[in-house]
């Protein structure tokens, strides 16, 4: 079973950046689409970025142009670079396979506020 392990959130003003990580516990990338979810207090989880094993990325309409998501078959490793980050990305983020196929981490707080 694989195992999924989020880092990198935290508090941050609007406007303000973070990097989130995503470990697999092995390689998986040649196989699965990743993506990064995001779940905000009383809204279901919703899938924000993805990106196919041939390196396609896709993105939700409200975080295209400000967030990327990016990987590294060598670290096992899926990032998420958080740009221009405003009060509505407050929210738990988790990554899983795209569509979702693996036991949920323990995602990673994101807290936009000033």
């Known amino acids: 079973q694989v195992q999924l392990v989020e880092s990198g959130g935290g508090l941050v003003q609007p406007g303000g950046s973070l990097r989130l990580s995503c470990a697999a516990s092995?390689?998986?990338?040649?196989?699965?689409?990743m993506g990064w979810y995001r779940q905000a207090p009383g809204k279901q989880r919703e899938l924000v970025a993805s990106?196919?094993?041939?390196?396609?990325?896709n993105y939700a309409d409200s975080v295209k142009g400000r967030f990327t998501i990016s990987r590294d078959g060598a670290k096992n490793t899926v990032y998420l670079q958080m740009n221009s980050l405003k009060p509505e990305d407050t929210a738990v983020y988790y990554c899983?396979?795209?569509?979702?196929?693996?036991?949920w981490g323990q995602g990673t707080q994101v807290t936009v506020s000033s």
């Open positions: 990106i196919t094993s041939g390196g396609s990325t």
């Open positions: 899983n396979a795209d569509p979702v196929y693996f036991r």
């Open positions: 092995r390689y998986i990338f040649s196989i699965y689409a």
